[in-house]
């Protein structure tokens, strides 16, 4: 923290603790806290160690919005928080949410950058400027005039950051920012957050992802049960010990220090087939001539750039998309595309839409009535979930919620199953149990396809990659001793 | 990519319609102003809407020709061929308006001084429209891959269709506040536009053009159906 | 320093937003199904209403629980309003508003949008607006389509499923029937999910 002793204190927290109403205990406890001006600070932990709750305090949403009760004495420059309307915290303190689908608010480009300085009553002369400079500063020319709504998680990030940086508030506070993009997005991500250090703002991230904050961050502080446990700097975070690291559970900071330990799998035998799959939307053609096999026990990383037709390949391979022409086979036979629902199982990647049932034992029992609650308990220990099997699937937290899908899908036990970022937005203890989980499904001879720009994880759990680098191109390639190659391709656009 | 009206004359293209269609009776008059509502769309940009509508508005013209009177079974009697078409062109009059871009409809509400009760639900619903398709069919998919949509249990497929929905967009509902609120919309001050709304040359021209092909139509009903 | 928590009344953005968006997904639900439902005029004119009543009735019922303050009702029935106006005539909004106004007033009280009863009674109310608004219409167009040369008793006879009493009570008693049933489902739905997950208080 060298050099911002001397610096003015921006946000400070004097033995701070927060209740959300109707939780059963605080969800940040006794929180001892000093930002300087111009620094730039990460949280990080597990699920739900309090460091949302701890953005959340910072941008006044935790009061005023969720309706919390917090105790104990808050600063932020220089008045406390809960003296602040949440409007005037909003001119000092920018947020950036987890989600870019359900953070903007025009239909254009334009509009959005223009938001928050509207509501400001920015006069009319002055908006265009505010507005071009904003976009200037995210590189996003070419959005100008363009729909917000078909845009990439990537681009609506990055329209977000502009719209704070429209109104140019002091301090800015990321809440997950990297959670649903791809690694080019985040290097993007990583050059705007640079470019408001250099400009002087103070900036807080909450994230799980470490790996592109270590040459911006000033320090990390690692939360656990909502309280502050340790301070690190980047080069104690990049030193700490592996086994140290996966013991306290956060994610690699230093992404070129992973090893894989998935052996070189001996051929089995071919479970998926598909030759010259060609698929259009509205006569422009998404994927051409694909062909590519699947053997089973295969954990497969599908790889590439949005846009390019992994999903839509996702939703071919299990029925619910017909391809233009081509052939999908199971088992070595031609299936239709009504009937591939009985070989292929999709995991989506938005999980409310996903579950149906009133608790976690009746969402398994929805796909087979007369399962004995011998089975079932079964099944839901086996994915660590018993504890909650009365529970509503609505309030069981992201990596719960994904176990449980797996559980499901586990169940209706299709040869093929195939994930769609399964572990976006997760930490590093849900992320392994993700992993541990497909590797013993795999074990049982299922094979396994996995959309995922997580490289952490496709290195741990996969081992063999599809990369889709265009439109008539797969590259199809074993993951034992490549990992620089899954790295570049990841980081392509 | 087509001319841009100010609201306001948009707005009187609508009542002006609306008055024409309820009071003309001859169909020679109808159908020319058909044409001319068509021209109205086309020059504004809208051209798939114009062939949708034209299309339609052709159907149930053959439709009133073939029935001669008599309607077309007791399922479409001939008052409501009578209504259709006519009320489909009310629609096509107030198509510029219904495919108002959201910006502009936001601006609109700040230039009248629209009270916030009304205009930021509107926003919300004009933010979320493209939305609820994908919100939908991401749901049926998963339902069809569990096979779990069965029409012989409609209470059921109710229950799984609507929950999840209600589940997500609560949730989208509210981060989408938090997102407004982060960035100030809750300001009791003035707010600001970027879209400025003027009254042009062109907004004048229409309305004469407007109000005198009104004139004209009401004069030719009067002698026609003298 | 401990804070009095205290249940906002006061209708707030994150309201706005539930309202928006749950009237953005009834539009969108209703024109979908008007669109299957449109093909016989007949059915579209006089049982639109009642099925609509039904099927929508789970969005509204939460909608008006999740918000639990005045509001809901009456400006679900103004965006009608609007619509409707722009599309069908001036006088739609001064029906669809007067309906919003009285479904409104009908919450008259405290904590009136907790309670599956009176969220009904507005939903009926909204729901039977809705089924005779077709009456209106037919008022619009009768001097012109008159002009035509058609005698009185024709027009009778064409409308009749619209204006005859037997008819016109029949579509308002289905219409109440299907919207009370649709209510009791959605309460079902409300108390087995969005009750038990807290998502609903």
Same mark, same amino acid.
């Given at each position: ?493 | ?226 | ?27 969108? *639900? ?5 669109? &299957?439902?449109? /093909?016989?005029?007949?059915? @579209?004119? #006089?049982?639109?209403?009642?099925? !609509? ?67 009904? *009674? ?5 729901? &039977?607006?809705? /089924?005779?608004?077709?009456? @209106?219409? #037919?008022?619009?167009?009768?001097? !012109? ?57």
């Amino acid at each position: 923290m060298s050099g911002y002793e001397k610096r003015q204190t921006v946000v400070s927290f004097e033995n701070v603790s927060f209740q959300y109403p109707g939780a059963k205990g605080s969800s940040v406890k006794d929180i001892n806290l000093d930002i300087k001006s111009g620094e730039f600070v990460v949280l990080t932990g597990g699920s739900g160690c309090g460091k949302t709750t701890i953005t959340r305090i910072i941008n006044g949403l935790a009061e005023k919005f969720y309706e919390g009760t917090l105790t104990g004495k808050t600063s932020l420059l220089g008045c406390p928080i809960s003296d602040y309307p949440v409007y005037e915290i909003g001119k000092l303190v920018g947020s950036i949410f987890q989600d870019p689908r359900s953070q903007f608010f025009a239909s254009i480009t334009e509009d959005e950058v223009a938001f928050g300085c509207e509501n400001y009553g920015v006069p009319f002369e002055e908006l265009e400027t505010r507005v071009a400079e904003a976009v200037r500063g995210i590189n996003g020319e070419m959005l100008l005039g363009k729909e917000i709504y078909p845009m990439s998680s990537g681009e609506k990030q990055k329209i977000a950051v502009a719209s704070v940086s429209a109104v140019n508030p002091k301090i800015y506070v990321f809440d997950e920012p990297s959670a649903n993009l791809d690694m080019f997005s985040v290097e993007a991500l990583k050059g705007l957050m640079g470019k408001l250090k250099e400009e002087g703002h103070t900036v807080l991230v909450a994230e799980h992802r470490l790996y592109y904050l270590t040459d911006l961050a000033d320090r990390f502080l690692y939360m656990e049960n909502g309280r502050l446990e340790k301070e690190w700097s980047s080069e104690e975070l990049l030193q700490l010990p592996e086994q140290e690291r996966k013991t306290i559970g956060i994610r690699i900071a230093d992404l070129h220090k992973i090893e894989t330990a998935i052996p070189e799998k001996a051929e089995q035998s071919e479970i998926l087939s598909v030759c010259a799959l060609s698929f259009a939307y509205r006569r422009k053609p998404v994927f051409e001539n694909l062909s590519f096999k699947a053997y089973s026990g295969d954990l497969i990383a599908v790889i590439g750039h949005n846009g390019v037709g992994k999903t839509t390949l996702a939703n071919i391979l299990c029925g619910i998309k017909k391809e233009k022409s081509g052939k999908v086979l199971y088992c070595g036979r031609e299936v239709s595309w009504k009937r591939r629902r009985n070989f292929a199982y999709f995991v989506t990647q938005n999980t409310d839409s996903q579950l149906f049932g009133d608790s976690v034992a009746e969402e398994l029992k929805l796909n087979r009535k007369n399962a004995e609650d011998g089975q079932i308990e079964e099944l839901l220990r086996l994915y660590g979930l018993y504890e909650w099997c009365d529970f509503h699937p609505a309030t069981l937290s992201g990596g719960q919620k994904q176990r449980l899908t797996l559980a499901v899908s586990d169940w209706i036990d299709t040869p093929v199953l195939i994930l769609d970022e399964p572990t976006s937005g997760l930490d590093f203890q849900n992320m392994r149990r993700i992993s541990d989980h497909l590797k013993s499904l795999a074990e049982k001879g299922k094979t396994i396809l996995i959309i995922t720009h997580d490289f952490e994880f496709a290195a741990m759990t996969c081992n063999r990659a599809l990369y889709f680098s265009d439109k008539s191109h797969v590259e199809d390639f074993s993951l034992q001793g490549n990992l620089d190659k899954l790295y570049s391709c990841l980081m392509a656009q | 990519m087509g001319i841009k009206f100010d609201f306001r004359t948009k707005l009187l293209v609508i009542v002006l319609m609306m008055s024409l269609v309820a009071v003309l009776t001859s169909d020679i008059l109808i159908y020319t102003l058909l044409g001319l509502l068509c021209i109205y769309l086309l020059i504004q940009g809208f051209y798939r809407q114009t062939v949708k509508y034209f299309v339609v508005c052709c159907v149930f013209i053959v439709l009133r020709l073939y029935s001669d009177g008599n309607g077309v079974t007791f399922l479409m009697p001939e008052m409501f061929l009578f209504m259709i078409l006519r009320i489909l062109m009310m629609v096509m009059a107030a198509q510029p308006v219904l495919g108002m871009p959201p910006g502009e409809v936001v601006a609109v509400f700040k230039k009248i001084h629209a009270p916030n009760g009304i205009a930021l639900p509107v926003t919300f619903t004009l933010r979320f429209f493209p939305t609820i398709r994908s919100e939908f069919s991401d749901v049926f998919a998963s339902l069809r891959l569990r096979k779990l949509l069965s029409w012989r249990h409609p209470l059921d497929a109710m229950e799984y269709i609507v929950t999840p929905v209600i589940f997500r967009s609560s949730r989208i509902a509210e981060e989408l506040a938090a997102s407004a609120e982060s960035r100030g919309i809750s300001n009791p001050g003035v707010h600001s536009c970027r879209r400025k709304l003027l009254f042009r040359k062109r907004d004048w021209i229409m309305c004469v053009a407007a109000i005198a092909v009104t004139v004209m139509y009401f004069v030719l009903e009067r002698t026609v159906a003298v | 320093m401990e804070k009095e928590k205290s249940v906002s009344t006061k209708f707030s953005v994150k309201d706005a937003a539930t309202i928006g968006i749950f009237c953005a997904i009834m539009f969108v *639900v209703f024109m979908a199904y008007s669109m &299957l439902t449109g /093909a016989s005029l007949f059915y @579209s004119m #006089i049982f639109n209403a009642a099925g !609509a009543g039904f099927i929508l009735a789970p969005f509204y019922v939460y909608m008006s629980m999740k918000v639990g303050k005045h509001g809901p009702a009456l400006v679900y029935n103004i965006m009608w309003a609007v619509i409707a106006g722009l599309m069908m005539g001036p006088f739609m909004i001064p029906w669809f508003l007067g309906g919003g106004i009285i479904a409104e007033l009908s919450m008259w009280g405290k904590d009136s949008y907790h309670d599956i009863k009176r969220v009904s *009674v507005s939903w009926v109310i909204t729901a &039977l607006v809705r /089924a005779a608004h077709g009456m @209106s219409e #037919i008022w619009f167009f009768k001097d !012109a389509f008159l002009a035509t040369g058609v005698s009185e008793e024709q027009v009778q006879i064409q409308t009749q499923y619209y204006t005859a009493p037997k008819w016109v009570l029949l579509s308002l008693v289905a219409t109440a029937v299907l919207a009370v049933l649709g209510c009791m489902i959605s309460n079902k739905l409300i108390v087995k999910h969005f009750r038990k997950s807290g998502a609903i208080r």
